[in-house]
């Protein structure tokens, strides 16, 4: 905050086998709310506040998405980004 830079805080990808457990979205929400708590829209960011849900076959393993749907999150992360640095400063 005091040298003025923006720090973008993102919600990972999530397999949609693992997130359909209620262990799982508990664990990713209790994330986000400790997260939350940084955030402080001028310096400090949480971009895709609802995880993007792949299935299977679009993630190489549970943490890392295959070429393509690799674009999908990338554009949306980018989507977030350009959102917030495009509102009004307070």
């Not at 397999?15 to 939350?36: F, L, N």
Request: no cysteine; hydrophobic share 40%; aromatic share 8%.
């Amino acid at each position: 905050r005091r040298e003025g830079f923006q720090l973008y805080i993102v919600v990972g990808a999530e397999w949609d086998e693992a997130y359909a457990d209620p262990v799982r979205t508990t664990m990713v929400e209790a994330m986000k709310q400790y997260v939350s708590q940084f955030v402080d829209h001028q310096n400090v960011h949480l971009i895709l506040e609802e995880p993007l849900v792949f299935t299977a076959d679009e993630m190489q393993n549970p943490n890392h998405l295959r070429s393509g749907p690799d674009r999908v999150y990338t554009d949306a992360v980018l989507s977030g980004i350009l959102a917030i640095r495009q509102r009004p400063v307070d």
